[in-house]
Structure formats: C-alpha cells, structure tokens
C-alpha cells in the first residue's frame, strides 16, 4: 500500500537519508526512534506537506510525487489530533464528506460504525476543548477513519494520555485495524506502543534506517549499539569472538567467555547484548541446556516494579531481571554468590564499526560532522 | 508600592490623561454652537464623507491585507522580507509625507495617465479612500498577520488530509480561527481611517461640501480661530468613533460563537 524507496528530506541543516519501507495492505508498521531522529518528517513527506529531495513514493502502486495531500487519500493523525476546535464533534466527522463536496450521508454507514465502536455517540454535540483526552483521541481516530483513507498515518497520537489510557486506546486501534484491514504507519518513540500495535518495525536514527523487521527480530537482536541502547537493553558490553565452535561463536566479554549465536559475517569487535529477562539465577545447580553458566557475585539489588533489578559481576558488569519471590527465595543480597545462566541465543552479538551483517542490516552511521 | 499597585496607578494615569483632554473641551463648550453644528448641513455631510471613506479604506484594506497577510504567514517568496519591511512605512512616514508622496505620483507620466484615463484621484473621494487606504494598510496586514501566525498550519494539514483544497481549508478552518485578529484589523483600521488627516488634506484638499472630512473639519474651524465650532466637531468625532467601534464589537463579537 505505502512503497517508499531511498526517501531523502531535507528541512534546513536536518536530512532524512534515503529512507526505504514498505506498509503491506491491512498492516501496522512502526517507525520508532528517539525524538529529532525524523519521524515526523518522513511522516510529513508522505503526506505530501514536505517535498522530498529524492527517493520515490507510492501509494497504491502509484507515483504520488505530484498528488496534492487531499489526493494522497491518507488519514493523518497528528500529536495534538488537530481537531478542529470552532466545530463540533459532529462537525469535525463530517467535515471530511463537506470538504470532498459529497452529501453528508455518504459516508455516514461507516462513521456510525466507529462511532458506536468508540463509544463517542454521547459527545457529538461537544466542541473539543469540552472533550476528555482519551475522548480526543477517540474522535481524531474516527474523523481520520470516516474518509475511508487507503493508510492511516499516527504521529505519537497517544503520547499524552497516562498510562492505562494509553494501553486502552492500543487494544481499541488494534481491533479497529485487525477488524477492518487497516493499513496504518505508526511514528512512535514508545518501544511497547511498536510492539503492541505494530508487526513491523522501522528503527529511524539521525534521519537514517538504522534496523527494519519483524518487531519481535527488533527487539531480541539490536542490530546497532544505539538502537540496543534505546530499547534499553540492560547489558551491553563489548565483546570480542575469539573462536567458533560447534557453529557457535565463542566471545571473550571481560574475563568470562559466552557462547553465542553469531550471524555469518559478523566482525570480530562486537557488542554483546543480553535482555535482563533473559538471565536466569540459581544457586548451584545441576546440568542445564544454557550453554553460559557463569559463576557471578551480586553487586547491587535495585527493587523495582514487578521486577527486581540485580546487578552481577560475571567476569563482566551483567544484569538479571528477577521476580520479587525469586530474589528472596535465593537471598540476594550484595556479596552472594550466585550461577547466571543465559541461553546461546539469547546473547545477542552487535557488530562494532558499521560491518553490515547478512541480513542486510546497516550498523549505525556515526553522526554528521 | 506594590508592583500590581504600580501598574494599575499607571493605567488610570492613562485614563485621567484622556479625561482631562475632553474634559478641557467642556470649558470652551458651547450648547448652541454644538447644537447648530451638529445640525448644519455641512456637518453633516463631512459625517457622512467620514462615515463612508473609513469604511471603504478599512474594508479595502482587509480586502488585499488577508490574502497578502496570509502569505507572508505562511509561505517563503522571493520579496518577502521586503514586504515585510514596508510595512512600516506608513508608520514611520508622517501621514502629511505619505499623502505628499501620493500627489506627487499623480503628477508623475502614470499618475497623470490614470488620472485622465481611470478614475481621478487629486481633490476626490476617491483620492481621500485611497490615502485613508495607503495609512491604514501597512498597520491591517501587520495584524492580520499576527492572526494567521496563532492559527495553527498543522489544523490546515489535517484539514487537507481529510479531502479539502488547500483554499476549502483556509475558509472553513484558518479564517474561523483567525477572526478575531481579523476583527481587530478591521476595527483598528477603521478608527485609524477615521482620524485620518495628514495624507486625506494632501490629496483631497479642504473642499467644503466636497473633500471636507471631519478631521478636516475640525482642522478648518480651529483654523479659522472658531473655538467653540472646534469643540462641538471634536467631540461629534469622539462620539461617532466611539459608537461605532462599540456597536461593531458588539456586533461582530454575537455573529461569532467565541
């Protein structure tokens, strides 16, 4: 549906670098990164309010280079939902079918559906700044939704909603999208947004495609420090491959040695990468299927909610997620010794010096002089 | 003394100042004077000439300073800042300079040519409109300006995503959320083309009957050493602006949901 090849957007001394993704017909697709990174200007490229310096953009299968916004045929909703504060709810649904010149009725089949899928069919006499926030989002998302577009684009639309808010808009903007095939492209900053609502996720740093993929290959295996740093991967620490054994990559991290399935290719320097999640600890124990057991010592307990944050010294700074129950069970306190276990695939190997592994995955660019 | 306390002594200084300025009036007035004034026949006629030409000025005014403030607004054009300088120009220029200035281009080859071919401008009502029009439309498009600048770009976007033209979206969307700034143009242009006196006596001279607008008016009496006649003419402006700037406030404040 959306086909966006070597993008390039220029926007004073700021450049989005030949950005390429493509948003299949009834998927979610995210674009996450950190604020300044572009989202919002690839996102205004596509809408057609920046023109783009290069690259090629398709929606549908056809060029939209010279389509102006109101032929693009996408529904867009911004940070602030830009509803229209002079109008009534009624009015703000209506005024895509006004503005296209067509009788009010015509698309009102589908804008009752979401009206009654939202629940807002209490509100349509109000004016927006008599709204709720989550009531806000609820009509920018049906008024976006009315027109029918061909792709829904959402810059951060929930970033100012609290946290249970939040999570109840995802599930309805879920459904709405599984329901009705949806193809929507979601700008976000917020790693569990990406990965609650899209399948698909673009990885945007300094104005460039650092990472692309299926979220979940996103999140288990950063493909670049930056990235693994912004996902907040709790251990991240450079490594070496000294050997390879069993088709397994040995990896001299500090003065302990990890095994660790490596992709083809990849350099010697490395940056070995483990989710907190993924470590287990026990005291003692007997014979294991993880293939790194490694005697450690607690450093620090940082309680937090649900999990435990524990800090170790395995040879190398390593930090473990545990339940409460757990961390009392096993008594950690600072000083204990303990044995983590992490499975080979979970410790995940970044390529250090932007070497491109066989996935195709660029490491990150060191930032313009 | 407190700060709130300051500021508040200083905007009733504002008031005892224009107080005191009618107020004086009232020593030299005359309720004969002002009732045979306020009644004569070219009284009311320069009434009416002010009455008309304001109106005409200001709504010209709005009428090139939308679209022009729109622009300077919004887009990136090569004679922008130019633009944007000029606008001053009534501001620094004394009015009498800018009326001046006027003359002179109506005696220059094109002035001359649209004068014998067009409309004439030198001693007409035309030529007081347009002198009224040249004074008050730097000030208009400086806040018109301002109005579109609060009126949100990213609301016209989404209004463009949701079907409209670019010119659906500025009626239905950037105009209704700039109006007040649009009705305070109006109305600052309007009162500024009132009291207009410097450029309108270059150009359109001191024609009784013809030319003569009440600043005109007030000028002329004062001038001919008639003190009471001045008074009686002052106060029927301050009152007439005064009135009219309430009743459009009024009016124009009701046809639009706040």
Redesign the interface.
């Known amino acids: 549906m959306l086909e966006i090849e070597k993008l390039t957007v220029e926007v004073g001394a700021f450049r989005l670098r030949e950005v390429s993704l493509t948003v299949a017909r009834g998927e979610c697709h995210a674009v996450l990164g950190p604020s300044g990174a572009g989202k919002s200007t690839l996102l205004k490229a596509i809408l057609g309010v920046l023109r783009p310096h290069g690259g090629r953009l398709r929606i549908a299968g056809e060029d939209a280079a010279d389509v102006p916004i109101e032929r693009r045929g996408l529904g867009y909703v911004p940070q602030n939902l830009g509803l229209f504060p002079h109008l009534t709810v009624r009015d703000n649904l209506a005024y895509s079918a006004r503005a296209r010149g067509l009788p009010p009725n015509e698309f009102q089949p589908v804008l009752d559906e979401l009206v009654a899928a939202t629940g807002i069919g209490t509100l349509l006499d109000r004016y927006p700044a008599e709204l709720s926030g989550g009531e806000r989002q609820r009509v920018g998302l049906v008024r976006a939704l009315a027109g029918r577009p061909r792709a829904l684009l959402l810059d951060e639309p929930f970033a100012s909603l609290n946290e249970s808010l939040r999570r109840e808009l995802w599930w309805l903007l879920h459904e709405l999208q599984r329901e009705r095939e949806l193809t929507v492209l979601l700008v976000t900053h917020d790693l569990a947004e990406a990965y609650v609502l899209a399948e698909r996720v673009t990885v945007l740093f300094d104005g460039q495609v650092v990472q692309q993929g299926e979220k979940a290959e996103v999140y288990g295996r950063p493909a670049a420090p930056g990235v693994a740093e912004f996902f907040g991967v709790e251990t991240l620490q450079p490594g070496r491959i000294v050997g390879v054994r069993d088709g397994l990559a040995v990896v001299q991290v500090g003065t302990a040695e990890l095994t660790a399935v490596a992709a083809s290719g990849c350099a010697n320097e490395v940056l070995v990468s483990i989710r907190g999640e993924e470590v287990v600890l026990d005291r003692g124990g007997g014979p294991t299927s993880a293939r790194n057991v490694l005697p450690a010592r607690v450093v620090t307990v940082r309680p937090g909610s649900p999990l435990v944050c524990v800090e170790l010294d395995a040879g190398f700074p390593l930090v473990a997620l545990v339940t409460r129950a757990a961390c009392e069970e096993l008594d950690l306190r600072p000083g204990v010794e303990v044995t983590a276990r992490v499975k080979a695939p979970s410790v995940h190997l970044i390529p250090r010096g932007g070497v491109v592994g066989d996935t195709g995955i660029a490491a990150r660019p060191s930032p313009p002089d | 003394m407190t700060f709130r306390r300051t500021t508040i002594v200083a905007a009733l200084a504002v008031l005892a100042l224009y107080a005191g300025l009618l107020l004086s009036l009232a020593w030299f007035l005359d309720l004969e004077t002002l009732r045979s004034a306020v009644r004569s026949e070219r009284t009311l006629f320069s009434v009416r000439l002010s009455l008309w030409t304001a109106t005409s000025a200001a709504l010209l005014a709005l009428l090139l300073g939308t679209p022009a403030a729109y622009a300077l607004s919004r887009y990136r054009f090569p004679g922008r800042e130019i633009v944007n300088t000029l606008l001053e120009l009534p501001i620094i220029v004394s009015p009498a300079a800018l009326g001046a200035m006027l003359l002179m281009f109506f005696n220059h080859p094109l002035g001359v040519w649209i004068e014998n071919h067009i409309a004439r401008f030198v001693f007409t009502v035309a030529g007081i409109v347009l002198a009224q029009f040249v004074t008050v439309l730097g000030v208009a498009v400086r806040m018109l300006k301002a109005a579109f600048d609060e009126a949100?770009v990213?609301?016209e976007?989404?209004?463009?995503?949701?079907?409209?033209?670019p010119r659906?979206?500025w009626r239905?969307?950037t105009l209704?959320?700039a109006r007040r700034g649009l009705i305070a143009a109006f109305i600052l242009a309007w009162a500024k083309a009132l009291g207009e006196f410097g450029a309108t006596i270059m150009i359109g001279g001191t024609m009784a009957m013809r030319t003569e607008t009440l600043p005109v008016a007030v000028y002329l009496r004062l001038a001919g050493a008639d003190i009471e006649g001045t008074v009686a003419l002052i106060l029927l402006l301050v009152v007439i602006g005064l009135a009219a700037l309430f009743a459009t406030r009024k009016l124009l404040g009701t046809a639009f949901?706040a």
């Open positions: 949100p990213e609301l976007t989404v209004a463009r995503t949701l079907g409209a033209t659906y979206a239905t969307v209704p959320l949901r």
